[in-house]
Nanobody, 122 residues
Framework: QVQLVESGGGLVQVGGSLRLSCAAS????????MGWCRQAPGKEREFVAA????????SYADSVKGRFTISRDNAKNTMYLQMNSLKPEDTAVYYC???????????????WGQGTQVTVSS
């Protein structure tokens, strides 16, 4: 059973940056496609980004393309999301997730973290 723990969320002003981390234990993330989803209040959870097993391939939601960068360090069993030029509409709880296939937008299957809150103030 893989446990995923997100960190790095917080309060930031419009145009600012944050770097989220997702640390895994109980398993090796190199065996999984990894990624991020988010859920804003009153909205459904949505796909943000995904990264293939080795990190050679990445995919992004159109809303974050060019502003967010997903990466992974399999040696540290950790995945990251660098978020730049943040907007109020990026405010959400951000979840890291795993899957066995690529590409993916992550479904209910796979492992999920507990989430970290990102709030962008205007």
């Amino acid at each position: 059973q893989v446990q995923l723990v997100e960190s790095g969320g917080g309060l930031v002003q419009v145009g600012g940056s944050l770097r989220l981390s997702c640390a895994a234990s109980g398993g090796v993330i190199a065996n999984y496609v990894m990624g991020w989803c988010r859920q804003a209040p009153g909205k459904e959870r949505e796909f943000v980004a995904a990264i293939s097993w080795s990190g050679a391939r990445t995919s992004y939601a159109d809303s974050v393309k060019g502003r967010f960068t997903i990466s992974r360090d399999n040696a540290k069993n950790t995945m990251y999301l660098q978020m730049n030029s943040l907007k109020p509409e990026d405010t959400a709880v951000y979840y890291c997730a795993s899957d066995r296939i690529y590409p993916t937008t992550f479904t209910a299957t796979g492992y999920w973290g507990q989430g970290t809150q990102v709030t962008v103030s205007s």
